[in-house]
């Protein structure tokens, strides 16, 4: 499902505009990175999937259905401050990804939210953690065309500072436990982390995970001061 989404983005023309890979605050950033060589590699294979899937389908069968949502509230207490995103805040970040993808024939819809508490999971988990992988093969559900989302603090290790990181479709065959997208809990609207509270990010790292890379993949640049 996710690469017959991506052919449709590429086949309409309809990619959405993401920032950059970097922020314009200290060590905030997104971790989701690929090499030129597998960008350029990715994309080849996304071409030819799209002329193969649209001589087949149209835009009316790709958008059939809502991407099936299990958000993943992993928090160090019962606070808000220590990562207990409410369920009011998880409805608006789905609200709000429905609104940033409009026009593109993807949808959202949240099928299930679960909640552990586990200090670790919560400050430490990062891209090159061992504990992440502990924590999505214990919570990850569905299959490759369901989008799994990880709220957690990014307070140490190789995540600290992080506003969040994702898998690419592409990554899925080889480690299917590890399909999915994780972000800062206080990233979300209404959230805590100043200027970075309206949703944004989750989108960003969304659409990487649907198989949109950054404008400067390699590069260094940084956000707009707009709200993200």
Not at 68 to 91: M, R
Not at 94 to 100: T, V
């Amino acid at each position: 499902m996710i690469s017959t989404i991506v052919a449709f983005l590429i086949a309409s023309g309809t990619a959405l505009a993401l920032p950059f890979n970097e922020t314009s605050l200290p060590y905030r950033g997104c971790a989701t990175h690929k090499d030129t060589a597998a960008i350029a590699a990715a994309e080849s294979r996304f071409q030819i999937d799209s002329a193969n899937i649209m001589s087949v389908m149209d835009a009316s069968t790709l958008a059939s259905g809502p991407i099936q949502v299990y958000w993943h509230v992993i928090q160090k207490d019962n606070d808000l401050a220590g990562g207990n995103v409410p369920d009011s805040q998880i409805k608006a970040s789905i609200d709000a990804m429905n609104q940033h993808y409009t026009g593109t024939g993807i949808s959202f819809a949240l099928s299930k939210t679960t909640r552990t508490t586990n200090a670790d999971w919560f400050s430490t988990v990062g891209p090159d953690e061992s504990n992440q992988t502990q924590m999505k093969s214990q919570l990850r559900q569905g299959d490759e065309s369901t989008l799994n989302i990880y709220t957690v603090g990014f307070e140490s290790g190789s995540g600290k500072g992080l506003l969040g990181y994702a898998t690419f479709p592409s990554d899925y065959k080889s480690n299917p436990k590890d399909d999915g997208v994780v972000i800062l809990y206080s990233s979300v609207p209404g959230g805590s982390t100043t200027n970075y509270d309206e949703g944004k990010t989750l989108t960003h790292e969304v659409g990487h995970w649907l198989g949109l890379y950054h404008v400067f993949q390699d590069g260094c640049s940084t956000f707009s001061s707009a709200r993200f």
